[in-house]
Structure formats: structure tokens, C-alpha cells
């Protein structure tokens, strides 16, 4: 009767084994928090580099287009002249036709830099554009990668839970058969197998935990800062 039960212990935890991964895909679920995911995307957004790199580009951009239409002006130039005595204009013939005096004022404007502006102009207002796009662009792109690795980091952590519980009773079994065997109530082949099990599982454990925290670093690193710190 002993034997008939380790072996059905046995094949529970094969049983384990091949159908973690479904079974870790349905523990993730009740563990998804999607306002906790929404503060990660915050987080991201306002912590990694390439997010801020795209928010300066768009601000370059912005004081490039300002600066460029203030060069409307750089086409007309201003001059004066100031005379402090009256100046006579004669005309031919000798006759006093006008006087001027103090300051004279000059407009000029050169046509093939006012119309170069308006192309200048409107280049800087694309690039603008080009920029924020590429700024909206940047943040779906963000968005989706946090959720990846948030998903795959809960996925990680509901494997390793599952991994850990079967180590355990990898080990209880383990220790069971140990005590069987060394009152000779059980058989070495039995004990070999159970001491077998007991080391795969052990291995498995520890390979869900360096993958778990695998996973963790790698959702820290897009938010540049560690999930404890996010309440």
C-alpha cells in the first residue's frame, strides 16, 4: 500500500510538471492589477531616457518654429539719417522748392530673403510635427513594452510559486520514502526515484526563481526605478 501511494504521488507531480505552464497562465490572472499597470506606464514615462530624449527633441523643435518666424523681420532692414541743420533742396533754375530737417527714416527689404523665410518657416513647423509624432509614436511604444514585461514578470512569478510548492513536495515525499528506506521498509529503486525527483525539482525551483528575477530586473529597468518604490 505504500508503494501504491508514493507511485501516485509520483505521478501527481509529473503531472505538475507538464501542466504548470497553463496553470501558471490562470494564477497570473487574478494578480494583474490594471491601475498598478497605469502607474508603471507613468513611472516609465517619466524615468527612461529615451522618453525624455523625445520629449526634448519636441521642445527644440517648438523654440526651432518660434525662432524661425521671428526671422520674418530679418528681410527688412531700418536706417535713418539725422541732420541737425536744415537742409534746402534747390531746384533747377534756382527756385527754393522744400526744406528737411532732423530725422530721415528708410525702409528696404530684400525679396529673395522674405520669400527664403517662408520656406524656412514652414520646415521648422514640420519638424515639429515630425517630432511630436515621433514623441506620440514613442510613448504607445512604452506603453506596450511595460505591459510586456509587467505580464511576463507576474507570469515568472506564478511559475516560480507552483515551481516552489512542487519542490516541497518533491521534498516531503523525499523524506518520507528516506525514513521508509532507512527502518528497510521500502527499496532502494524506490528511494533512488524519489531522491531523483527530489533534485530535479530542487533544480527546476531554483531556475523559476533566477527566471523570476530576470523578469523583475528587466520591468525595473524600463521604469528606472525598483517595483517597491511603486505603491
Known amino acids: 500500500m505504500k508503494k501504491v501511494f508514493i507511485v501516485k504521488v509520483y505521478f501527481i507531480l509529473f503531472f505538475l510538471l507538464f501542466a504548470i505552464n497553463s496553470q501558471a497562465q490562470e494564477s497570473m490572472m ?17 524615468n527612461y531616457p529615451q522618453v525624455k530624449i523625445k520629449r526634448e527633441q519636441v521642445t527644440i523643435a517648438e523654440n526651432n518654429y518660434k525662432q524661425a518666424k521671428e526671422t520674418w523681420w530679418d528681410a527688412f532692414s531700418l536706417s535713418y539719417v539725422y541732420s541737425p541743420q536744415t537742409t534746402f533742396a534747390v531746384a533747377a533754375g534756382g527756385g527754393l522748392t522744400s526744406f528737411i530737417s532732423g530725422y530721415q527714416f528708410s525702409i528696404s527689404y530684400n525679396l529673395g530673403n522674405l520669400l527664403g523665410k517662408r520656406y524656412s518657416i514652414r520646415n521648422a513647423k514640420e519638424n515639429l510635427t ?33 515551481r516552489t510548492k512542487a519542490s516541497h513536495d518533491a521534498e516531503s515525499i523525499f523524506n518520507q520514502v528516506k525514513h521508509q528506506f532507512e527502518n528497510a521498509n521500502e527499496t532502494i529503486d524506490n528511494y533512488n526515484r524519489a531522491s531523483l525527483a527530489y533534485s530535479e525539482n530542487t533544480q527546476i525551483k531554483l531556475d523559476a526563481e533566477t527566471n523570476f528575477l530576470i523578469a523583475k530586473s528587466s520591468l525595473e529597468e524600463i521604469l528606472g526605478q525598483k517595483l517597491e518604490d511603486i505603491k
Request: proline fraction near 2%; hydrophobic fraction near 40%.
Open 130 to 162: 515630425v517630432s511630436q509624432l515621433e514623441q506620440d509614436s514613442y510613448n504607445l511604444n512604452i506603453e506596450l513594452e511595460v505591459k510586456k514585461r509587467y505580464f511576463t514578470y507576474l507570469q515568472q512569478m506564478a511559475v516560480m510559486k507552483l
Open 30 to 46: 487574478s494578480e494583474i492589477s490594471y491601475p498598478y499597470l497605469e502607474k508603471l506606464i507613468a513611472t516609465a514615462k517619466a
